[in-house]
């Protein structure tokens, strides 16, 4: 459990694998972050002046610093925003069971909580909230609850309301200074790469797909189809991932090529088109598992048209990839789509085009949105 | 923000919806262990035993409460672990600083939470370790971290860990008993109920595909479309939910129909088939969409060995869906399989069947499989 790490970045090190680098680079940044904050305990002039809340400050740095900049940015602000709430809040609910006082204090207390703990509860599981707000939400229920439980034994709730604040704002600002400024790891970047590589990857599994079709022997078959269905799958899961980071991307200030109010909706959009065009890849697959196949001589006439289309078709998907990751906009757009389209007709004289036409027009509907 | 739950909960309680009351009575029960757990501080016996180590409690109740019983006894049991991991660990890096003494036991404190944060941090980010003990991890390092520098300041750490540890053991068994032995929320029945829909969803969809292709009117389409469409997107999207259900059901115990290493990898491999079944059937689809269609007279001389076979498989996968619902060997299985592929012979006399072929190829892998 605790020499694994060290081998691993000794490894990280030696290969030369971004991700890897990156894994590393991050952790280093979060061993840096702790000890910083630490410094909140190590030296006594601070801790003279913040005491035993300095645990605030290091449990902020734990729990908020993420690998993306954009999630500790989010996770970071969650926990501010729900910290002053809950903190506010609290403060009035304890002062009003101070009010009250007596045996009743304790059950107004009780009540209390038992409300705001099952009602943002509930409100944490509503989808939109989940998906952007449930950290907040969660420490807004604890803060609220230690707040209002600590009211009825602290004399000063508002004193020590302010100082376990002013420790978390101290634990955010170290995260945000050296997730931002050291080395910063951007949800943007990884997500602009990775739609781009799935485009390479798209178009890979085409040209494999199209090579397996027409090659007569069975042997090196086996191999590519693991390789290509692999591909073909991670292209189809990536909502999930797509998502989280679009989610992140959003938090992300003004970076690199990417401005503010940057359209990374279409990002989502981009994601969708080519999970169903990987889709129809999958099932143009699925046919050569298939027991009934078309005649040899059959494929060998339509094994150049075909081909030709295959082709282009990769071309095309290459050059969309390629005019993402220019960012600028698909010049050959307005000559490769008639030429398909030729293409197509040619191919529906010698065949019935039911599976290969679907895929052009697909590939259109990718055009128009790109 | 505040009153929103409440109207929630009213509408809730007012539908019949069975997901909406399990989200209040998830709602209820976090409140009712928030209270119980509140009585640390509130009745005095208690606070006089645990004192400001009450917060713990709270603390644990709130960040380990999950709707699923077994995703809050995994994260508890993550939370138990890193804790105890990090509270040894930070005992004896305490006593070594102390043992240093003098300036140099900052400097041995600094390095020491350097080397655990990121050594640690790193680990966190292996797919393994993240999937299952991420959680787990991260309180190891927080444990770890508090007790370090608390340790260079308070005389008695091991009194501290020991207070510290016995709130958290307190609010985990609040959590459990109430996530166990009040109105359970089953994270195994979840997932079993969501595969069986998915065999539902399935043979609705292969219905709707052939209704529409033997169609001749368009008007009727566009409505059914979107409802298909969304049906198996949802399929093909289950795979991280899925996922991390398992990951729950497996933490689970005996309860109901599930029994002890109950095979929930299993569940895992049918969702993959069917995942590969819908994205067959969405490439059938998009085939309607192609502006070359086969003619009418085509059509219509297929329809019915077509429709035959789409009934006998819709059927097939209603029969499988039910004998996994009610947890017994599917018995029509051996007369099905002969059938389906009579009537894909007869269908491969009449057109070229690649497509259709390719769906009966992979039901007989799905009966299989299950």
Avoid at 66 to 84: C, H, M, P, Q
Avoid at 198 to 215: M, T, V
Avoid at 281 to 304: A, D, F, G, N, P
Wanted: proline share 2%.
């Amino acid at each position: 459990f605790c020499c694994q790490p060290f081998v691993s970045i000794l490894r990280g090190k030696l290969s030369n694998n971004g991700h890897d680098m990156r894994k590393v680079i991050h952790s280093v940044k979060v061993g840096v972050a702790l000890v910083l904050v630490s410094l909140l305990y190590l030296l006594d002039p601070f801790y003279d002046r913040v005491g035993e809340n300095a645990m605030w400050a290091i449990m902020t740095v734990v729990v908020t610093f993420e690998f993306f900049t954009g999630a500790t940015l989010s996770k970071g602000l969650n926990r501010g925003i729900g910290t002053v709430l809950g903190g506010g809040l609290g403060c009035l609910g304890a002062a009003f069971a101070q009010a009250v006082g007596g045996v009743g204090k304790s059950i107004v207390v009780g009540i209390v909580i038992f409300v705001f703990g099952a009602g943002v509860t509930y409100t944490r599981q509503m989808p939109k909230i989940k998906k952007k707000y449930d950290y907040g939400a969660m420490v807004f229920i604890l803060t609220f609850n230690m707040i209002v439980v600590s009211g009825l034994r602290a004399d000063q709730v508002l004193e020590l309301a302010r100082t376990r604040l002013s420790t978390i704002v101290m634990g955010f600002a170290v995260c945000i200074f050296i997730s931002l400024l050291v080395f910063p790891i951007w949800a943007s970047d990884e997500l602009h790469d990775s739609l781009i590589s799935r485009f390479e990857l798209l178009a890979r599994s085409l040209e494999g797909f199209s090579k397996e079709y027409f090659e007569t022997s069975n042997e090196k078959e086996q191999k590519g189809s693991a390789n290509f269905s692999s591909n073909c799958k991670s292209i189809l899961h990536s909502k999930t991932r797509d998502e989280s980071l679009v989610n992140f991307a959003r938090w992300e200030p003004w970076h690199g090529k990417f401005g503010f109010s940057y359209p990374w909706g279409k990002y989502l959009k981009i994601g969708e088109d080519l999970r169903d065009l990987t889709t129809i890849i999958i099932s143009l697959k699925s046919c050569l598992r298939s027991s009934t196949q078309s005649s040899e001589t059959l494929r060998q006439s339509v094994k150049e048209p075909c081909q030709a289309v295959v082709s282009s078709l990769a071309w095309t998907i290459r050059e969309l990839g390629e005019s993402i990751k220019k960012m600028r906009k698909c010049q050959s757009e307005e000559t490769i789509v008639p030429k398909l389209k030729s293409v197509r007709i040619e191919l529906s004289v010698i065949v019935n085009p039911s599976t290969i036409g679907t895929d052009l027009e697909n590939t259109d509907g990718l055009g128009l949105v790109s």
